[in-house]
């Protein structure tokens, strides 16, 4: 269901009242003062009443409507559009869940689209307007708030797949290898590839909004960027290592398969030598040949059989002493 979350006007850093986005057709936005407004899941009407109120551009706005893009900044004018993949991990389902947010950034106007499933924002705002002093820095503390606040959600995810990747190791050696474990490992390794394609990009994001190029970012603001810029960092270096890791397993994993089924194939080589004599015997034996000792004395079996016995015990004897039994 799409809905507008939440419009306020915001001056001198502080809440002065809520708007209706109808009432922002007519609305003049006095210097120094900025709207925030926050959308979730928005219809093309919507969006595009937004679009009109705060001149937004046409392809930053058909980004918005399709979703599902890169993390990317891009400058329009005097507008920034940014796109942010957002993580969380879903304890019930025990698996991490996607979605996006779109930004419109502007001298006077916040604008956040949320896409998919996301932690709302209510959180933020509350903490952006317990610092007026920062938010009276217009929409950039805005931004930082809401990137500060998604890349702390990406930690509880990095803790889950940190602790899937160490139970991992824990049974890669504890537990018989089998197939069923490859594919799991597989599975962690494609989950942390997904991962990693939403933090990496982020950097980029981060990295442009720490430089001077950026009219509408604060240079006040810059330090609380390189500070979010670091925390993922961080995150993205960790995340490096885990795939690693993971890399690591997969392949100790299959190696450790691949010995279980040489260790296999050599018993069942050491059996089939070991039986290979009495069929020899029999087969032989059976043709009832004259020429062959003991064909035709009553006494010539248990001596045979007694050689083949003596005969196998010293086979089983060489492969035990060589680890093949």
């Known amino acids: ?123 933020v705002r509350a903490r952006a307007e317990s610092v007026p002093h920062l938010l009276r820095k217009g929409p950039s503390y805005a931004l930082y708030a809401v990137l500060d606040f998604m890349v702390d959600n990406y930690f509880p995810v990095f803790d889950q797949l940190e602790g899937t990747v160490e139970d991992l190791e824990d049974r890669l050696f504890r537990d018989d290898p089998n197939p069923r474990f490859t594919r799991r490992v597989y599975q962690v390794r494609r989950e942390l590839g997904r991962f990693k394609r939403v933090v990496t990009p982020l950097l980029e994001v981060l990295a442009r909004q720490t430089r001077a190029d950026l009219k509408l970012v604060s240079d006040d603001i810059r330090p609380y960027f390189r500070d979010v810029y670091d925390h993922l960092v961080r995150i993205n270096e960790s995340l490096e290592q885990l795939r690693e890791t993971v890399h690591s397993a997969l392949e100790a994993s299959l190696a450790l398969i691949s010995v279980k089924q040489n260790e296999t194939m050599q018993m069942l080589a050491a059996w089939a030598a070991i039986l290979a004599i009495p069929t020899v015997v029999a087969g032989v034996y059976g043709m009832n040949v004259d020429w062959l000792p003991g064909a035709h004395f009553l006494g010539g079996s248990p001596p045979i059989v007694g050689a083949t016995l003596v005969a196998c015990g010293l086979l089983y004897w060489r492969f035990k002493k060589s680890g093949w039994l």
């Open 1 to 123: 269901m799409s809905e507008v979350v939440k419009c306020g006007l915001y001056a001198d850093g502080q809440l002065d009242r809520e708007l209706n986005v109808d009432e922002l057709e007519d609305f003049e936005c006095a210097e120094g003062n900025f709207v925030w407004v926050g959308i979730h899941e928005p219809t093309p009407e919507l969006l595009r009443k937004v679009q009109k109120v705060f001149h937004l551009h046409d392809l930053a706005v058909e980004d918005a409507l399709r979703a599902h893009q890169r993390p990317k900044i891009e400058e329009y004018g005097q507008s920034l559009f940014i796109v942010v993949r957002t993580a969380r991990w879903n304890e019930q389902n025990k698996k991490v869940e996607y979605g996006e947010t779109d930004m419109f950034v502007g001298s006077n106007y916040f604008v956040t689209v949320r896409h998919g499933p996301s932690a709302p924002y209510a959180e």
